[in-house]
């Protein structure tokens, strides 16, 4: 009945004259279909999880009070819904460049017998052997799981070598800037935050259990279902002793971080994220950032809709439970099926509001959280109609998080409309200064302005006038003579090869656009130093 369920729903997408209209020439990418549907998307929203629908399909969902399975095994959150104004803008996009009619919108009717195709497919056939089946039998039939194991890519941006030490200390990161060329990494030092042996975990003590070689859908073993009873339990003391389980169970054990990541766990533990009781929701965010240290659990916690939860954590939660949402954010953030969804979702305000927090630990992990969201097209052009770019150049010119600050602006610096809000707010008479009185606290700060001027000059006509006006060459010519790193000089090199050029229209070499054109800051290359190394993402276990 399940294979029948699914052929009825292509029949009926097939046989829907609104839907049908005009078959593309080219098939579009998967990202512009709905995966109810199954059509081109006219009205695409994002859902709390991350995935984007065709907004209608939600409603006929929501209606029918069905809740789908996609393809991966996840189920979508449908509670918050945002229109995704990148995906619509592309479908159009590709519409007008091949030709495609854009798609109309789709007839309720139709997607109503779509879904209940799928809630039949989805239902499961009655015992043969027992067709007298009692109701209370058919319940717990329909109660018995089947959600397959999720393996998910590694994220292109994740730490290479894995380290497996948890000690707070230092580490070395660098930034690659370019491609093909030379790179020239943008070097700051990375402090793991938020460990202290004085937290509120250690109110409770427990005994950690081998976890290691079990089946995440398999059943939960006696001290899992204790767990999650605890954390579903109405009582407040329990769900504290609950979250303080689990994050002690998840600091130092990677097989407990991969096999504590079901739906099982996850969703009373969302439930913990929101409460307003403070340890309660300390421990459960703390709980949350250790299993988002492993690579194959990011993209599964932000489908499970935590991101609004830390969002609102950020906002308005205890100093400590801010710390732990902006290290959690920053942890999300590192794979790259993650980052639009949280920057739609509203993380770049509450994050960019984070900066000026009284916690370093916050202001740090808030920095590299931005940092990494804007690798992304969607999320710069959201941070620079959030006017962010003024507020960004005083923090580098009064020194705070200055190294961080300006690797932002650098990718801000990727886009046309961050380019032009820079120079809009002087930020190549910014820079010049700040190189010129030698104000910038490192070498590695150095290197990250002149990377951000580097970024400015791509294909501006304004940036010659306004380093002229700033007299950006003497300045330059020093960095690339006497006082630059390999790095700088390299730049430097290059932005003055650039100004003195022959001809306003022909000094954006080849080179010059392969750098910045292709997406800018591309990916990141980590060195990690000895004393304080740690898997993932320079964050630690909590």
């Given at each position: 009945?399940?294979?029948?369920?699914?052929?009825?729903?292509?029949?009926s997408?097939?046989r829907?004259?609104?839907?049908?209209?005009?078959?593309?020439?080219?098939?579009?990418?998967?990202?512009?279909?709905?995966?109810?549907s199954?059509?081109?998307?006219?009205?695409?929203?994002v859902?709390?999880?991350?995935?984007?629908?065709?907004r209608?399909?939600?409603?006929?969902?929501?209606?029918?009070?069905?809740?789908?399975?996609?393809?991966d095994?996840?189920?979508?959150?449908?509670?918050?819904?945002?229109?995704?104004?990148?995906?619509?803008?592309?479908?159009?996009?590709?519409?007008?460049?091949?030709?495609?009619?854009?798609?109309?919108?789709?007839?309720?009717?139709?997607?109503?017998?779509?879904?209940?195709?799928?809630?039949?497919?989805?239902?499961?056939?009655?015992?043969?052997?027992?067709?007298?089946?009692?109701?209370?039998?058919?319940?717990?039939?329909?109660a018995?799981?089947?959600?397959?194991?999720v393996?998910?890519?590694?994220?292109?941006t994740?730490?290479?070598?894995?380290?497996?030490?948890?000690?707070?200390?230092?580490?070395?990161?660098?930034?690659?800037?370019?491609?093909?060329?030379?790179?020239?990494?943008?070097?700051?030092?990375?402090?793991?935050?938020?460990?202290?042996?004085?937290s509120?975990?250690?109110?409770?003590?427990?005994?950690?259990?081998?976890?290691?070689?079990?089946?995440p859908?398999?059943?939960?073993?006696?001290?899992?279902?204790k767990?999650?009873?605890?954390?579903?339990?109405?009582?407040?003391?329990?769900?504290?002793?609950?979250?303080?389980?689990?994050?002690?169970l998840?600091?130092?054990?990677?097989?407990?971080?991969?096999?504590?990541c079901?739906h099982?766990v996850?969703?009373?533990?969302?439930?913990?994220?929101?409460?307003?009781?403070?340890?309660?929701?300390?421990?459960?965010?703390?709980?949350?950032?250790?299993?988002?240290?492993?690579?194959?659990?990011?993209?599964?916690?932000?489908?499970?809709g935590?991101?609004?939860?830390?969002?609102?954590?950020?906002?308005?939660?205890?100093?400590?439970?801010?710390?732990?949402?902006?290290?959690?954010l920053?942890?999300?953030a590192l794979?790259?099926?993650n980052?639009?969804?949280?920057?739609?979702?509203?993380?770049l305000?509450?994050?960019?509001?984070a900066?000026?927090?009284?916690?370093e630990r916050?202001?740090?992990?808030?920095?590299?959280?931005?940092?990494?969201?804007?690798?992304?097209?969607?999320?710069?052009?959201?941070?620079?109609?959030?006017?962010?770019?003024?507020?960004?150049?005083?923090?580098?010119?009064?020194g705070?998080?200055?190294?961080?600050v300006?690797?932002?602006?650098?990718?801000?610096?990727?886009?046309?409309?961050?380019?032009?809000?820079?120079?809009?707010?002087?930020?190549?008479?910014?820079?010049?200064g700040?190189?010129?009185?030698?104000?910038?606290?490192?070498?590695?700060?150095?290197?990250?302005?002149?990377?951000a001027?580097?970024?400015?000059?791509?294909?501006?006509?304004r940036f010659?006038?306004?380093?002229?006006?700033?007299?950006?060459?003497?300045?330059?010519?020093?960095v690339?003579e006497?006082t630059?790193?390999?790095?700088a000089r390299e730049?430097?090199?290059?932005?003055?090869q650039?100004?003195?050029?022959?001809g306003?229209?022909?000094?954006?070499?080849?080179?010059?656009?392969?750098?910045?054109?292709?997406?800018?800051?591309?990916?990141?290359?980590?060195?990690v130093?000895?004393s304080g190394?740690?898997?993932?993402?320079?964050?630690?276990?909590?």
């Amino acid at each position: 009945m399940g294979g029948n369920g699914k052929h009825r729903w292509r029949i009926s997408f097939h046989r829907n004259s609104k839907l049908e209209q005009q078959q593309p020439k080219h098939p579009p990418p998967n990202e512009f279909i709905c995966p109810i549907s199954g059509s081109l998307m006219s009205d695409p929203v994002v859902v709390a999880s991350g995935q984007t629908f065709e907004r209608l399909s939600i409603q006929v969902c929501n209606d029918l009070s069905f809740s789908p399975t996609l393809p991966d095994g996840t189920r979508p959150d449908f509670s918050t819904i945002i229109p995704n104004l990148n995906i619509r803008t592309s479908i159009q996009n590709w519409c007008r460049k091949t030709k495609t009619v854009h798609p109309p919108a789709p007839d309720y009717s139709s997607l109503e017998r779509i879904v209940k195709d799928a809630m039949a497919a989805a239902a499961p056939p009655p015992p043969p052997s027992e067709p007298d089946i009692r109701v209370s039998e058919k319940e717990l039939l329909k109660a018995v799981p089947d959600n397959p194991p999720v393996i998910f890519s590694h994220a292109a941006t994740e730490l290479g070598p894995r380290v497996n030490h948890f000690n707070s200390g230092s580490s070395e990161e660098s930034v690659v800037i370019g491609g093909a060329s030379p790179g020239t990494p943008l070097p700051f030092t990375v402090r793991p935050t938020c460990f202290s042996s004085s937290s509120s975990v250690s109110s409770v003590e427990i005994t950690e259990v081998e976890i290691q070689g079990q089946n995440p859908s398999g059943p939960l073993s006696e001290e899992e279902e204790k767990l999650v009873a605890k954390m579903k339990s109405n009582e407040v003391f329990e769900q504290e002793e609950g979250a303080i389980s689990l994050r002690n169970l998840t600091r130092s054990s990677e097989e407990a971080r991969v096999s504590l990541c079901t739906h099982r766990v996850l969703s009373p533990l969302r439930s913990l994220v929101a409460s307003r009781y403070g340890v309660v929701q300390v421990n459960a965010v703390a709980s949350l950032v250790n299993l988002s240290l492993e690579r194959q659990n990011k993209v599964r916690i932000v489908r499970s809709g935590f991101v609004p939860y830390l969002i609102d954590a950020l906002k308005g939660g205890s100093s400590e439970t801010q710390e732990h949402a902006a290290g959690a954010l920053f942890s999300l953030a590192l794979d790259d099926d993650n980052k639009m969804a949280i920057g739609v979702l509203g993380a770049l305000q509450p994050l960019m509001h984070a900066l000026r927090s009284e916690s370093e630990r916050t202001r740090h992990d808030s920095a590299l959280a931005l940092y990494h969201l804007t690798l992304v097209q969607s999320n710069r052009v959201k941070l620079v109609k959030l006017g962010v770019v003024p507020t960004l150049l005083s923090m580098v010119k009064s020194g705070t998080l200055a190294s961080r600050v300006l690797l932002i602006l650098c990718n801000l610096a990727v886009c046309m409309e961050g380019r032009t809000a820079m120079l809009d707010a002087d930020a190549v008479e910014c820079f010049v200064g700040l190189l010129r009185e030698n104000e910038l606290d490192s070498e590695s700060t150095r290197e990250n302005c002149v990377a951000a001027l580097y970024a400015l000059s791509h294909r501006s006509l304004r940036f010659k006038g306004l380093a002229r006006e700033a007299r950006a060459m003497e300045v330059l010519k020093e960095v690339a003579e006497v006082t630059g790193t390999e790095r700088a000089r390299e730049k430097a090199k290059r932005i003055l090869q650039m100004m003195r050029a022959a001809g306003d229209g022909d000094d954006d070499g080849s080179e010059h656009d392969g750098v910045l054109e292709s997406g800018g800051l591309t990916r990141m290359r980590y060195r990690v130093g000895g004393s304080g190394g740690r898997n993932n993402a320079n964050t630690t276990t909590f």
